[in-house]
């Protein structure tokens, strides 16, 4: 049974930083494609920051620059360090999976930056 349990967020400051952890049980993390979603209420969920199997990297134009996806084996987490924060990242910010044929989701953690 995989689960996927997400931390870190909170309210912060127009240019503060927060770090988020999505903690995974079941195989090894590194072995999938494992990425950072959000959502902000009326629009679609958005692809924010994504690593694979073999390392490759990407992220949402919007963010490259100041945010960073990581991943520890040894703890079997993924990171998502976030800097320079604006109010328009304001989001519930989801951890997710694709390990075929499935795929799976955390919680969410509610992010707010604001003055």
């Known amino acids: 049974q995989v689960q996927l349990l997400e931390s870190g967020g909170g309210l912060v400051q127009p240019g503060g930083s927060l770090r988020l952890s999505c903690a995974a049980s079941?195989?090894?993390?590194?072995?999938?494609?494992m990425g950072w979603y959000r959502r902000v209420p009326g629009k679609e969920r958005e692809l924010v920051a994504q690593i694979t199997g073999s390392g490759t990297i990407y992220y949402v134009n919007s963010v490259k620059g100041r945010f960073t996806v990581s991943r520890d084996a040894a703890k079997n987490t993924l990171y998502l360090q976030m800097n320079s924060l604006k109010p328009e990242d304001t989001a519930v910010y989801y951890c997710?999976?694709?390990?075929?044929?499935?795929?799976?989701w955390g919680q969410g953690t509610q992010v707010t930056v604001s003055s």
């Open positions: 079941g195989s090894a993390l590194e072995r999938n494609t």
């Open positions: 997710h999976r694709n390990s075929p044929p499935s795929n799976y």
